[in-house]
């Protein structure tokens, strides 16, 4: 598995496993998490994510229960975790609304929280979640700062946010950003236009995509589903691993953001690999993905 250099010191897998269902699963025991992981090492993808709000606050307790029972594992993977989102359930039940809360305060208890709840003395990659409206850009960046110079976290990045919030944010802060966590997939491709991907592209930041296979869309995408399913039934693998070798494909060096709790199919993440891709089915896929041809 290709890998994606964050920092001189951080490296990431290319595809990344996905934790925000973990605690959908109905066997949430910590062998089984742990199955999970080692599916994932023994492909070479040693990247997880996480974040807070996840499971609502649960998801990183049952990573961290794995941990706890088997410590070996935390020194084979990389750990992403992301903080600012606050809402009304789990251990913010008494927040009266949703927000995001990117204050120095709250970016620093939630730290905290997630090295306690993962087991870990540190989280590889941090993530601001969501842009925050009322973000006060001296006093998160300086929070982030800090907790890069502290150890406890090795970089950070952000998720969701438009080339000007990560330009505001970076520009009070010493640290680099060294990630994107952004929608990115055939059926959501905007990014690939709208100058979201070539604004970290330029400034030589890891785009990192979510929902790479559309969230179930893709069963009703008619021609593009064909196609993909043919191009998978030719690599002997299915249109799932087409669609992320699509990806792959990008010299931005996309790193996709895969989950699924079914140990079968993590066992076969890395088919992608075996899925041949040039210039030309990569446009072909894209062309049948906008419903007419590039102008």
Not at 39 to 66: K, N, R
Not at 182 to 190: K, N, P, R
Not at 238 to 263: F, K, M
């Amino acid at each position: 598995m290709d890998r994606s250099d964050l920092t001189p010191d951080l490296s990431l897998s290319r595809i990344v496993y996905g934790m925000w269902r973990l605690g959908d699963d109905a066997d949430t025991s910590p062998a089984h998490v742990q199955a999970k992981v080692e599916a994932c090492l023994a492909q070479g993808i040693t990247t997880m994510d996480q974040a807070d709000i996840y499971g609502g606050y649960t998801a990183e307790d049952i990573l961290g229960d794995a941990l706890r029972a088997a410590p070996g594992l935390r020194d084979q993977i990389e750990i992403v975790t992301k903080c600012d989102i606050v809402a009304p359930v789990g251990r913010h039940a008494g927040a009266r609304v949703k927000y995001y809360d990117t204050s120095s305060a709250h970016i620093t208890a939630s730290v905290e929280a997630s090295l306690k709840a993962m087991a870990t003395d540190w989280i590889d990659l941090l993530l601001i979640h969501r842009p925050d409206p009322l973000i006060n850009p001296d006093e998160t960046g300086a929070a982030l700062d800090r907790l890069v110079d502290s150890g406890k976290v090795r970089a950070v990045g952000v998720s969701n946010f438009r080339p000007w919030d990560t330009d505001l944010l970076q520009s009070r802060m010493d640290a680099p950003l060294t990630c994107n966590q952004i929608e990115l997939s055939l059926m959501a491709h905007e990014a690939l236009v709208n100058g979201d991907l070539a604004h970290l592209h330029q400034h030589r930041i890891a785009p990192m995509a979510w929902s790479p296979l559309a969230g179930g869309k893709m069963a009703g995408a008619g021609a593009l589903r064909e196609k993909l399913d043919a191009l998978g039934a030719a690599a002997d693998t299915d249109w799932s691993a087409v669609a992320i070798a699509w990806l792959l494909h990008h010299p931005a060096g996309i790193l996709p953001v895969l989950g699924t709790n079914n140990l079968d199919r993590i066992a076969r993440i890395s088919d992608v690999l075996r899925v041949p891709m040039d210039r030309q089915t990569w446009y072909e896929l894209y062309t049948l993905a906008l419903g007419r041809e590039v102008a």
